[in-house]
């Protein structure tokens, strides 16, 4: 049995309610409502080391502060990247930076994915649409220390061809012997000669060992219930399985209790749980 | 060369069936190859026939005028192509092109039908299997109306 609950270990900062200025070196178009940042801090040296899964707080000067997922390398301290979707008026500004602006950044926050608990077990991540942000760090880790896992698969699904995230980087990892990629949309055009179908679909197939798998799963909440059903179809053991969630939030360090699900606050007890830390939750509205 | 019986015992959809029933459905089932890009069937054809993929990759397409063909699902090794030869009138829904070399084996509707007439049994089998990649398939498709990812 793989347990993967000591693995998430919150990581304590000094003065976290207090956003340091970073600015923004790059910015990159992942698809039509997608878009990567990568920043450095405005005042200091300071190397950004995360554990992959973990989170922080961007503050858009006079719009808003929001968490984002860490979905650059662990082990490329000397840049914060970030990947976020356009769904409303803070990510909206946030994707109007450029080069040379600078916004504040609050982190990193939260449990990471159980990376160490996955030692010499085969790997899935199962990623939907913008999901496929907070597991990038998880193959940059897994890719660093490629010996000391298992199989690596990575099952990732999104709406159209056009939504594919990190295109490039899938193909180049796609070509390696030692990684195995899979991409299906719910949608294809006659250019399209992948997957269709939602992302569930790969599990039954997927070539992995279920007995001696750690499994990683980060979408939106129904993506995730029915994946972890599936795997559990599979053989995955529950606790062998470990979601990322998301509220709104606002102090990111379990004070004021906006992102409150049943018993855990998820900024500080997760992001990343075990299914069964959320089995019962996952299926109850209004949590 | 392996026999018909042979290839279709190894295919995942009639795993368990027993060697009669194999035997007696290969005698409905022909061996065939389709090239990348090569269509199986298409929407408004008479479905007499239903294809146990054996290698290969097909995607299941709607021609939208506007658009042109949009790929709906995909299909592949150890999957079944094709349902309607079991329900009148007999007719495609859909498009299925093969996308990659694709070698499968086709069977005969018809001449199956008239065997899962003769023997309940193994038209109760029938049914079955393809109860389960019906209700396999509607509950995917529900997932992708749902918008998953959004
Ligand atoms: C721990 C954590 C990590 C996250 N990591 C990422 C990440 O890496 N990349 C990323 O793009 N987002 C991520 N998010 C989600 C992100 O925080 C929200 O999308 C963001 O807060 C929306 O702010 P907004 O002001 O632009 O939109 P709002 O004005 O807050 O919302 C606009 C509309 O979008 C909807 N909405 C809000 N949040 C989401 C969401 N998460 N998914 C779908 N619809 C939503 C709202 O219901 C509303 O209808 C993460 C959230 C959490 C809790
Ligand atoms: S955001 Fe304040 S408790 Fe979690």
Not at chain 1, 19 to 47: A, G, I, Q, W
Not at chain 1, 59 to 66: A, K, L, Q, R, W
Not at chain 2, 92 to 102: M, Q, S
Request: proline residues 5%; hydrophobic residues 40%; glycine residues 8%.
């Amino acid at each position: 049995m793989i347990n993967l609950t000591p693995q998430l270990k919150t990581q304590q900062l000094t003065d976290p309610m207090q956003p340091e200025p970073f600015r923004v070196k790059r910015v990159m178009k992942e698809s039509y409502d997608t878009f990567t940042l990568e920043m450095e801090p405005v005042n200091s040296e300071r190397l950004f080391t995360f554990a992959p899964g973990q989170f922080n707080m961007l503050y858009i000067f006079g719009v808003g502060e929001i968490p984002i997922s860490i979905s650059g390398d662990p082990n490329q301290p000397a840049m914060l990247v970030h990947t976020t979707r356009i769904v409303g008026a803070v990510t909206k500004a946030m994707s109007k930076l450029k080069a040379g602006d600078v916004l504040g950044v609050r982190g990193p926050f939260g449990t990471g994915w159980p990376v160490s608990a996955a030692k010499g077990c085969d790997v899935v991540l199962v990623a939907g649409g913008i999901g496929l942000a907070p597991l990038r760090p998880v193959l940059y880790q897994m890719l660093a220390h490629r010996d000391r896992y298992g199989k690596v698969v990575l099952l990732y699904g999104c709406r159209s061809p056009e939504d594919i995230l990190f295109r490039k980087e899938l193909e180049k990892w796609r070509a390696r012997f030692d990684l195995e990629i899979f991409v299906t949309v719910d949608y294809g055009d006659s250019d399209w000669h992948g997957n269709v179908g939602v992302v569930t679909k790969l599990i039954p197939k997927a070539p992995f060992d279920a007995l001696n798998a750690v499994t990683m799963v980060c979408g939106p909440e129904v993506m995730m219930r029915f994946t972890a059903i599936e795997l559990q179809k599979r053989g995955v053991q529950g606790d062998a399985i470990a979601l990322s969630m998301e509220r709104n939030m606002k102090c990111a360090i379990g004070l004021c209790g906006h992102c409150q699900f049943g018993p855990t606050f998820i900024c500080k007890d997760g992001p990343v749980f075990t299914y069964p830390q959320l089995q019962s939750w996952l299926a109850q509205w209004e949590i | 060369m392996k026999t018909l019986d042979e290839l279709l015992h190894e295919h995942e959809f009639f795993k368990g069936f027993k060697p009669e029933h194999l035997e007696l459905m290969a005698g409905c089932a022909t061996n065939v190859i389709f090239e990348a890009g090569e269509y199986i069937f298409r929407e408004g054809e008479n479905a007499d026939v239903f294809y146990v993929i054996r290698h290969g990759h097909v995607t299941l397409e709607i021609h939208d005028p506007r658009r042109g063909p949009i790929a709906i699902d995909t299909l592949q090794e150890n999957d079944v192509l094709g349902w309607s030869w079991l329900f009148a009138p007999y007719q495609w829904h859909f498009d299925a092109k093969a996308v990659k070399l694709t070698r499968a084996v086709a069977m005969d509707g018809k001449c199956l039908r008239t065997k899962c007439e003769n023997d309940h049994t193994l038209g109760y089998l029938m049914m079955q299997r393809f109860a389960t990649v019906l209700a396999d398939r509607l509950q995917q498709t529900r997932l992708q109306v749902l918008k998953l990812y959004d």
